[in-house]
């Protein structure tokens, strides 16, 4: 059973452009968490999804940030137009439903780098 | 929502000391409650978490925490550190299947 799988690792983009980070879950997990970590700083909450659902997303920029979790297929978080200040890392986590008490598993990361 | 607040943002401590990183929560039902962490450049690894049963938890690498009701806090504890705990370590709280975390402590273990 592979862990959660986070996709690029690293990435990097001018300032203006698309940045798309993917996030496979680990099989049979419907819960998907998306935060991030700026330098020198602790994690961020962004957003909660559940299949086709976003639950939570009180953490998400109101502008060029997005987030999906498809039916079939990765998770995508998707920050349209990026600037300076979006560089950091970006972590995906994912739990089981129906057992709250299970603990969410995380990715490696996507470090995105805008210049 | 619930939340966590993690008291000290970094903690340096030498080696061979004891150490307690302090994280209390704010939630209107049970939690249950987790310790992560990061070494440089990765991502977060699971070190304990209550459920529920005995206050005292027992995790890997020697860490434990207790849980304390009452203070709605977990504070995780070490009685000896060595130069590999040297990490980011973070509190959190998941109530009905919504986990959040506390914003982290720097440990930094000193020769």
């Known amino acids: 059973n592979a862990g959660v799988m986070q996709n690029p690792r690293h990435l990097v983009r001018r300032r203006g452009q698309e940045a798309r980070l993917r996030c496979s879950p680990m099989k049979g997990h419907s819960h998907v968490y998306w935060y991030r970590q700026l330098p020198e700083e602790g994690l961020k909450f962004m957003v909660y999804?559940?299949?086709?659902?976003?639950?939570?997303e009180s953490g998400m920029p109101k502008e060029r940030f997005s987030a999906e979790f498809p039916k079939e297929g990765p998770s995508i978080l998707r920050i349209q137009q990026v600037v300076r200040g979006d560089s950091a890392a970006y972590f995906c986590?994912?739990?089981?439903?129906?057992?709250?008490?299970?603990?969410?598993?995380f990715g490696q990361g996507t470090r995105l780098t805008v210049v | 929502a619930q939340s966590v607040t993690q008291l000290d943002s970094q903690v340096p401590v030498f080696e061979e000391a004891p150490v307690e990183l302090r994280c209390n929560y704010s939630s209107s039902v049970s939690v249950y409650l987790f310790w992560y962490v990061q070494y440089p450049n990765q991502g977060l690894q699971l070190l304990l978490k209550?459920?529920?049963?005995?206050?005292l938890v027992k995790g890997i690498n020697g860490f434990e925490a207790e849980f304390n009701k009452s203070q709605t806090s977990f504070h995780l504890r070490k009685p000896s550190v060595h130069i590999s705990d040297t990490a980011e370590y973070f509190c959190?709280?998941?109530?009905?299947?919504?986990?959040?975390f506390g914003a982290g402590t720097r440990l930094t273990v000193k020769p």
């Open positions: 209550y459920l529920s049963g005995s206050t």
């Open positions: 959190a709280v998941s109530e009905n299947n919504d986990m959040r």
């Open positions: 999804l559940q299949k086709e659902n976003i639950i939570d």
């Open positions: 986590a994912s739990s089981r439903t129906f057992e709250a008490s299970t603990e969410a598993f």
